[in-house]
Every structure is written in C-alpha cells, then in structure tokens.
C-alpha cells in the first residue's frame, strides 16, 4: 500500500527532498482512496507546511515535537515499556516478525521506529497490515491527541493511521497514557536536567571520594614543603 509508505515517508525528518515531494506524497495517498475526506485533507495541510514553509522552522518544530518529548515519541514501545527490558524483547520479536515474512532491517534504526513499521506495513498484506495497526492503536491515537493539543498539522498522519487500522483503539487504554501528561515546557525541563553531563569526578567535591582525598592531601602536602620521599618513608614506617 502506497499510503502507509507515504505516511511513513511524511513523518521522517523534514529534508529539502521531502519538502519537494510532500505534494506528490499527499497526491499519492489521496489516489489511493483508502483514507477518508477528512484525513486526506489533513495531509494536504501537512504537505503544503513542508512545501510552502521555511524548512529551517519546519525542522525545528520537528525536533521539538517528536525528539524532545517522550510523549510524541516515533518509538512506539518507549510509550509502554519505557527503557525496561520489556521493550528489549519486544523490540527482538519485532525484528524476528519482520525476518519471518523475509524483511530485515537495513541500517541502525530500531524496530519499533514508527516509520519503519509503516514500511513494513506497506510490504505485507492489507488485512494483516491492519490487524497489526490495531495493536499499537491505542499509542496511535494518544499521540494524535497531544499533537491536536499542540495545534500541530503532524496529528493528520496520526488520525489516518488510527483509521487504517481493523479495529479502533480501546479507550481505557489510550486514557492510561495520557494520564501522566504533563506540559510540554515540564517535559522539556526534566529532558534537559536528564542530557545535562555529570560531573567528571562525582562525589569529590563532597570528600565522599577516599582516593581523591588522598591524593588532594599529598597535593597539599608537596604544596606545604614536604617532599614525596617523606610521605612515602611515613606511609611506610
């Protein structure tokens, strides 16, 4: 299916080829016919931002959506495993599904990156595409919220995802994971606190260090007069 390539293709880091080709990719995906009036002209609205806009600021609001916010995360088991090892193995049999229709992964992105699986997607089936969509739905859909909640024209892609899909996403579970939202300004702090570097000698600056105080007491110690050979006879009587 060509729209699942095209939506894929839309939700890739804005590039001056993709600017030139969102036109084309909206044509596409509308000729196909699979998506409703409604969504069609969301990813016309879409593709005329990429086309028509500056790609400077198209980059940044991309960044700043999907790179600074775990909530708008592309990887989907992020949104319910986190950095457990849960999403380990289900990142491996992820990977084990695409090998067993004959598909590996070509480059270093992860399985569960959302445009890779739509590239999946458009290889296989119609009917198991869709099946499969349905089981990641519900994450579908809560991005798409917090993408309306942002005002952001991306939540088309998410809203025609959530009607290829076979079966619509539970309720209770999309409610569970926008439970815990918190404002895109708080996400973005608690993200700069987490990339800020550690210092390079944690812990010394509070003498919580033995072997930095010691070596800060023999610097003090040749600073004061006394020479290495003193200190070491000492240590050794």
Same mark, same amino acid.
């Given at each position: 299916m060509k729209t699942y390539r095209g939506l894929a293709a839309l939700l890739h880091y804005p590039t001056g080829e993709l600017a030139g080709a969102a036109g084309e990719i909206a044509a596409l995906i509308k000729a196909e016919g699979r998506l409703s009036h409604r969504s069609v002209a969301a990813i016309d609205r @879409? !593709? !005329?931002? %990429?086309? %028509?806009? *500056? @790609?400077l600021t198209a980059q940044e609001t991309y960044v700043g959506l999907f790179d600074r916010s775990r909530a708008l995360s592309l990887h989907l088991f992020e949104h319910i495993h986190g950095e457990s090892r849960d999403r380990g193995q289900a990142m491996v049999n992820l990977a084990a599904h695409y090998e067993s229709h004959g598909y590996s992964i070509d480059g270093n992105e992860l399985p569960d990156y959302l445009p890779l699986f739509l590239e999946f997607l458009s290889l296989i089936e119609p009917d198991e595409a869709s099946g499969l969509l349905s089981e990641v739905a519900h994450i579908v859909a809560a991005i798409r919220i917090r993408l309306e909640r942002r005002g952001s024209d991306y939540a088309g892609v998410f809203q025609a995802l959530e009607e290829l899909a076979a079966r619509r996403p539970d309720r209770a579970a999309v409610a569970s994971l926008l439970e815990n939202d918190r404002s895109p300004e708080a996400e973005a702090a608690e993200l700069d606190k987490e990339w800020e570097e550690a210092p390079a000698f944690a812990g010394a600056a509070d003498g919580d260090c033995p072997a930095a105080r010691d070596t800060l007491n023999r610097m003090a110690e040749l600073a004061a007069g006394s020479s290495?050979? *003193?200190r070491t006879e000492h240590d050794h009587g």
């Amino acid at each position: 299916m060509k729209t699942y390539r095209g939506l894929a293709a839309l939700l890739h880091y804005p590039t001056g080829e993709l600017a030139g080709a969102a036109g084309e990719i909206a044509a596409l995906i509308k000729a196909e016919g699979r998506l409703s009036h409604r969504s069609v002209a969301a990813i016309d609205r @879409l !593709a !005329a931002r %990429l086309t %028509l806009g *500056d @790609l400077l600021t198209a980059q940044e609001t991309y960044v700043g959506l999907f790179d600074r916010s775990r909530a708008l995360s592309l990887h989907l088991f992020e949104h319910i495993h986190g950095e457990s090892r849960d999403r380990g193995q289900a990142m491996v049999n992820l990977a084990a599904h695409y090998e067993s229709h004959g598909y590996s992964i070509d480059g270093n992105e992860l399985p569960d990156y959302l445009p890779l699986f739509l590239e999946f997607l458009s290889l296989i089936e119609p009917d198991e595409a869709s099946g499969l969509l349905s089981e990641v739905a519900h994450i579908v859909a809560a991005i798409r919220i917090r993408l309306e909640r942002r005002g952001s024209d991306y939540a088309g892609v998410f809203q025609a995802l959530e009607e290829l899909a076979a079966r619509r996403p539970d309720r209770a579970a999309v409610a569970s994971l926008l439970e815990n939202d918190r404002s895109p300004e708080a996400e973005a702090a608690e993200l700069d606190k987490e990339w800020e570097e550690a210092p390079a000698f944690a812990g010394a600056a509070d003498g919580d260090c033995p072997a930095a105080r010691d070596t800060l007491n023999r610097m003090a110690e040749l600073a004061a007069g006394s020479s290495p050979t *003193d200190r070491t006879e000492h240590d050794h009587g």
